[in-house]
């Protein structure tokens, strides 16, 4: 089992910036890909950023390429989420998640969940 606890969501304005954190615990962080996703007030959770098991290489929805950027410190279990440039579409609670492999940026394929976290932008 992998136990994930996500932070630093909040209000911000739009145009600002927040970094979310999810810690986690259980099992080697490093044999984990980990991802991020949302979910919109109404609609389906959706993929935003993945990170390959030793940070190197990243995986981004359009939506969020060059505002956002995922990133993790296995020395303390923890992956990042750093959101700049925020919109009022980003809003919604914001999930991280877990998987041992392959890649992928459906829901469907990731086996741990953290309870999320709310992201709100205002206009």
């Known amino acids: 089992q992998v136990q994930l606890v996500e932070s630093g969501g909040g209000l911000v304005q739009s145009g600002g910036s927040l970094r979310l954190s999810c810690a986690a615990s259980g099992r080697t962080f490093s044999d984990y890909i980990m991802a991020w996703f949302r979910q919109a007030p109404g609609k389906e959770r959706e993929f935003v950023e993945a990170i390959n098991r030793n940070g190197g290489i990243t995986y981004y929805a359009d939506s969020v390429k060059g505002r956002f950027t995922i990133s993790r410190d296995n020395a303390k279990n923890t992956v990042y989420l750093q959101m700049n440039s925020l919109k009022p579409e980003d809003t919604g609670v914001y999930y991280c998640?877990?998987?041992?492999?392959?890649?992928?940026?459906?829901?469907?394929?990731?086996?741990?969940w953290g309870q999320g976290t709310q992201v709100t932008v205002s206009s």
């Open positions: 998640a877990a998987t041992k492999g392959p890649y992928s940026d459906s829901e469907s394929m990731y086996n741990y």
